[in-house]
């Protein structure tokens, strides 16, 4: 038989199919069959299964197309999969990949098993761009048979829709059978490893037993046991010679650490290498070699490393060790090209001279081992530079000096002893002159910049009694604008009652602003306009003001100050109505007045607090 009979559909009653062993090509004319329960077609020479053939076949729970030659599955089939189907068998066929939108069931709450095993399979594919959302629902899941196949790495979960590494929680009912596979454990492993000891703490089934099949070193090694030994370590990618790894040189990308190996100690180089692996966290190992310099013989710099190495790879550089050749001087500009490399070890080399420029490297960062010289004065720097006796890294660096037929440590010699001349009396006078009025300049600066606003209140008093200010009738509408918080009732009621009409009986000219602005127009506008054509300034401070949230308020004290500042005439008065201390007011330039003891408090009698009032303010009519 070469394909289904074309009249199964006179048979729309039948509930189980089974045409194995025959010679069936194609199975597409069986959506009729509603009331199908299995399907059984294996050893058949099916080669091509489209994702709408099980349509509308609701109770369909059995597929078996085992030991068929299908090579192709369109994607969606089981994704979409709205019946009750149980098992779908493609094993033993020819496939080589396999859709996500295939594995996963989202519109089925359960399956028992999805068996692909003993295929070709090499990867796992989303060719409908599939993606997993917050609501996505995979039901409880089943069994995913993937053994026997030809997949050599785990697939990068966010290319297979799961672009949130924690949506993968989704598929703990579901068990993934991917033993028997060529699975290679190297560096591309180590970010599945890493994520899947989260789960491996959590509950273990047989079928997580994946065994490595290279490198040779990982053979027949249980992926698992790396795990959970805590060995990811051993999860590396050796790099050859087309990855731009030195001849004789071993090159290697270790993820757990973050590193790019190069390894190429005792290999009997007299030069540095031409290229380097072109990664940014590179380790250089050229300790145990004949190099006598730490340039190329073609000193230049070009992108394709053929000049100078270290010059080139400096910012990829992580660590250098030229440790135990025969280097003799340490180049000044590449010591700065070299300023953020971790370590540098230079130690038994010829090296004897330590150039100034090391100062900007910490000397915990290189190793240059002992060092020894005829020292003179411009040395004196070493003396701050080295680390002291009982630093950690005191012996990475040792300079020693020759003195009398001796070797002495630099940190124990004197000026004296580096050849440094003494300052004479005058010099040593000048410096100390020039000290003291350093710190007397900063000293005032610094109080001149913390009692600024103290100042400026005390200056400007002193201004106005020398020069008499004189202040025209006409210059300004209003004597007084009072700023208080008007949530206050007490306030209020005493503004209103005694405070105002005290004032109007003087024959002053007084704003309220709860009581004078008009209806509809913008505040802050009234405000400015209103400020603007005042003398005096009356602000009450209370509690609730500093933690109003009518912001208006705060604009009213910002205002003041801005007139006061910017008009002699003007004065502000500040009434202590919740006698605050210095420290609970926010504003700096009213914190000034209480620091002053420039204020009026409200422990005194009604009579002597408006009376005092009364004597700080402006009055045109004086100076008319």
Not at 95 to 104: A, G
Not at 112 to 120: M, R, V
Not at 286 to 311: A, F, R
Request: with cysteine; aromatic share 12%; proline share 3%.
């Amino acid at each position: 038989m070469k394909r289904l009979p074309v009249n199964l559909c006179d048979f729309t009653g039948i509930i189980q199919i089974d045409f194995s062993y025959n010679e069936i090509k194609r199975v597409d004319n069986i959506v009729c069959l509603k009331s199908l329960d299995s399907l059984k077609l294996h050893h058949n020479e099916i080669e091509y299964l489209r994702n709408n053939t099980f349509i509308g076949m609701k109770y369909l729970r059995n597929i078996d197309l085992s030991y068929n030659r299908l090579r192709y599955i369109e994607p969606g089939l089981l994704l979409n999969m709205a019946a009750s189907l149980l098992n779908f068998d493609v094993s033993h066929n020819l496939l080589t990949t396999v859709d996500i939108t295939n594995i996963l069931w989202e519109n089925q709450p359960a399956f028992c098993e999805t068996d692909f095993s003993f295929n070709k399979v090499t990867s796992i594919s989303n060719e409908l761009d599939w993606t997993c959302k917050t609501k996505s629902n995979f039901g409880y899941g089943g069994y995913v048979n993937l053994s026997n196949n030809k997949l050599s790495y785990f697939v990068k979960f966010s290319e297979i829709g799961f672009r949130n590494f924690f949506f993968l929680g989704k598929l703990l009912s579901y068990g993934f059978d991917l033993r028997e596979n060529n699975w290679i454990c190297d560096c591309n492993m180590y970010l599945f490893t890493l994520k899947s000891s989260i789960i491996l703490n959590m509950l273990h089934r047989n079928y997580f037993e994946v065994t490595c099949h290279s490198p040779p070193e990982l053979k027949n090694v249980l992926l698992i046991d790396i795990i959970k030994s805590k060995s990811l370590d051993r999860l590396i990618c050796n790099l050859t010679i087309a990855d731009r790894c030195p001849p004789k040189c071993h090159c290697f990308y270790q993820p757990s650490k973050l590193r790019t190996v190069i390894d190429c100690s005792r290999t009997g180089r007299s030069g540095l290498p031409s290229a380097l692996p072109l990664r940014t966290d590179l380790e250089i190992d050229l300790s145990s070699n004949k190099l006598s310099s730490m340039l190329n013989k073609n000193h230049e710099i070009n992108t394709n490393g053929n000049g100078n190495l270290l010059y080139y790879y400096s910012k990829y550089i992580q660590k250098l060790d030229l440790s135990n050749n025969k280097i003799k001087a340490i180049p000044d500009d590449l010591i700065f090209k070299l300023r953020n490399v971790s370590l540098i070890n230079l130690s038994k080399n010829e090296i004897t001279n330590t150039p100034r420029f090391l100062q900007i490297l910490n000397p915990c960062q290189i190793y240059i081992g002992d060092v020894v010289k005829h020292c003179k004065c411009k040395d004196l720097w070493l003396q701050n530079w080295l680390p002291s006796f009982q630093s950690k890294c005191f012996n990475t660096t040792r300079v020693y000096c020759k003195y009398h037929n001796e070797k002495v440590h630099i940190l124990n010699m004197t000026s004296h002893d580096l050849g440094c001349r003494l300052y004479n009396a005058y010099i040593l006078c000048l410096n100390i002159s020039l000290a003291v009025a350093v710190f007397i300049v900063t000293v005032s600066s610094l109080s001149i910049y913390t009692f600024r606003f103290e100042l400026f209140i005390m200056t400007r008093k002193f201004l106005k009694y020398c020069k008499g200010v004189v202040i025209p009738s006409d210059a300004y509408a209003y004597d007084i604008y009072i700023s208080c918080n008007e949530n206050d009732v007490y306030l209020r009621h005493w503004l209103t009652s005694s405070f105002v009409p005290f004032l109007q009986e003087k024959k002053l000219s007084v704003f309220l602003p709860y009581r004078d602005c008009q209806i509809g127009r913008l505040r802050e506008e009234e405000t400015i306009d209103i400020m603007s054509t005042s003398l005096n300034f009356v602000i009450f401070l209370s509690e609730d003001c500093e933690s109003s949230t009518e912001m208006w308020i705060k604009k009213e004290w910002k205002y003041a100050w801005y007139n006061y500042r910017y008009d002699i005439n003007r004065e502000i008065i500040v009434i202590n109505y919740d006698m605050l201390d210095y420290q609970d007011v926010t504003h700096k330039y009213l914190r000034a007045f209480l620091k002053m003891n420039s204020f009026i408090n409200l422990k005194k009698k009604d009579k002597l607090i408006k009376e005092e009032m009364y004597s700080r303010l402006q009055i045109k009519e004086q100076f008319v």
